[in-house]
């Protein structure tokens, strides 16, 4: 009996002393696929069971388990970047007596770099400020930057498609202005560059009427020729006395006469009061209110305003008040102290101002028309307090004046611009200038 109890033990040891050690191989360490994918294979020797992952699941395996040997594929998909990509597969076999494992090495090519814009079909850049979007798609990080101060959001990112905003900044030069859009990849030579022409701002559309228009000296945008805008519920008119009208035909500078002659409309605009080139109705400015419109839009398109005494005399220097005074202006004469009309046309502000009527009073019968060169309309506020002869018999308000651009001509001077006052019951005629 005890004999053969040393025989089972001498057997158990002897079977376990034979099982085998987990052994596996793969028939090469890696591969180096292109950027647009392929399959691998790779020869598994082994005498466990086994099995193969990747924590990348864009990784296919085939077959991804077994026992023994075995042919496995490996799908790697297009690599799309412009950079390397790189994943492991890690195969593991097992058996009684433990585990063994050996790991297959994938470093991918990167793709050609690449990267691609594209501007909206209608797009079409005025002069002024616009925001449109760009459509991106970049294969790698990547950055933009935009040339002559217009932006660009986001400024970066990495691999894929974005919708950029492009913020344009309004053209406040008299020539056009080229936007380069830059988009660069990072770490590769690739990038792409947009040109956008902006072109100069030289008219303004409104209400049907295409104005000429002008960057100055003083940095601001104006209208360079008059307007000839009709209100809404008023017509043009040739009577002196309609006052509540307030909007006149052209003065005919040759017979000083209004004349409804289309050219002479087109050249010269119409005239008008300040209650009609306000916009408000007839009795509206009174004492009380009258130096509430300074900067008014009033009959000018959105965004641009009836400019103001200072407006004016930043540009001719000379006003008949002791307070608005700028001998820096670009159209200053040192020599006259005046404005001078020649500089003026030599810049483009076109001083074509003929025809100014002069309405004394709301029940005047008649008026005169001055034979000077004429106004053009200002929105500040001068005075009222010239006495009873302001006042009606009620207490109303029968006279205020404000700044007006006044081009005219005197002995010392020569032809010459100021700022004087002119009565709010006057026609003359209007420019606008555009809001900063």
């Not at 072109?199 to 209400?207: E, F, K, Q, V």
Request: aromatic share 8%; charged share 20%.
């Amino acid at each position: 009996m005890k004999k053969i109890f040393l025989l089972l033990t001498a057997g158990a040891l002897m079977l376990s002393s034979c099982k085998e050690e987990p052994m596996l191989t793969l028939s090469q360490a890696g591969a180096n696929p292109t950027a647009a994918g392929e399959v691998l294979t790779v020869d598994v020797t082994t005498n466990c069971e086994w099995k193969a992952t990747c924590s990348d699941n864009t990784i296919t395996i085939d077959p991804a388990s077994g026992t023994g040997n075995a042919t496995v594929s490996i799908t790697v998909p297009e690599n799309p970047v412009s950079a390397p990509k790189t994943y492991q597969v890690v195969f593991t076999g097992t058996n009684e007596t433990g585990m063994v494992s050996a790991n297959y090495d994938i470093n991918q090519l990167s793709a050609e770099a690449s990267v691609l814009t594209t501007l909206p079909e209608d797009v079409k850049l005025n002069g002024y400020a616009t925001t449109f979007t760009v459509k991106l798609t970049a294969n790698n990080d990547w950055s933009a930057t935009i040339s002559n101060g217009a932006t660009v959001e986001p400024a970066s990112g990495t691999y894929g498609e974005y919708d950029l905003t492009v913020s344009i900044p309004e053209n406040s030069t008299n020539a056009a202005v080229s936007h380069v859009l830059s988009i660069d990849l990072v770490g590769d030579s690739a990038s792409e560059e947009t040109t956008l022409e902006q072109p100069a701002i030289s008219t303004l559309d409104y209400a049907g009427v295409t104005y000429k228009v002008k960057w100055l000296a003083d940095g601001r945008l104006w209208m360079v020729e008059n307007l000839r805008y009709v209100p809404e519920g008023k017509n043009p008119s040739t009577d002196l006395t309609a006052i509540d009208n307030g909007v006149w035909f052209p003065v005919d500078s040759v017979n000083k006469v209004l004349s409804d002659n289309e050219e002479l409309i087109k050249k010269q605009g119409y005239l008008y009061n300040m209650e009609a080139a306000f916009g408000l109705k007839p009795g509206t400015i009174a004492a009380e209110t009258y130096a509430t419109y300074e900067g008014t839009q009033g009959i000018c398109p959105e965004g641009w305003h009836i400019p103001t005494v200072k407006e004016y005399v930043d540009l001719f220097g000379k006003s008949v008040h002791k307070d608005f005074k700028n001998e820096s202006a670009p159209f200053y004469d040192s020599e006259t102290q005046y404005g001078s009309i020649a500089k003026a046309n030599e810049a483009g502000w076109n001083v074509n101002w003929f025809g100014y009527i002069n309405v004394a009073t709301k029940t005047a019968t008649k008026g005169a028309i001055v034979n000077i060169i004429g106004y053009l309309m200002g929105s500040s506020a001068y005075t009222t307090e010239m006495g009873a002869k302001n006042l009606n018999d009620d207490g109303t308000l029968k006279n205020a004046q404000y700044f007006s651009a006044m081009a005219s001509t005197n002995k010392t001077a020569g032809p010459n611009l100021s700022a004087a006052y002119s009565s709010y019951r006057s026609g003359m005629a209007v420019r606008c200038v555009k809001n900063k």
